[in-house]
């Protein structure tokens, strides 16, 4: 600390106080919204990917059988 300010600088940090306190914090409550979430989502999420891909993929075949993209390529 002399190399930055001098004696005065040193002395003044040999001086400063620090005073802590831990931050209050409530205790840990169980929440059982969150373990269902946790054990739920996933087969929600499996189930939106099994009803949306049937449609999707019946839409894309009936659009090749009909060759809609060719007719719309041709106006």
Known sequence: MYELGGKSAEQELNNTVVL??????????????VVVLQKQLPFIVMLCFIITTPIICKEI????????KVSVAFM
Do not use: I, R
């Not at 075949?61 to 809609?68: G, I, N, S, T």
């Open 20 to 33: 802590l306190k831990s931050f209050p914090y409530p205790s840990y409550t169980n929440d059982t919204f």
């Open 61 to 68: 075949v009936l659009e090749k059988e009909k060759k809609l």
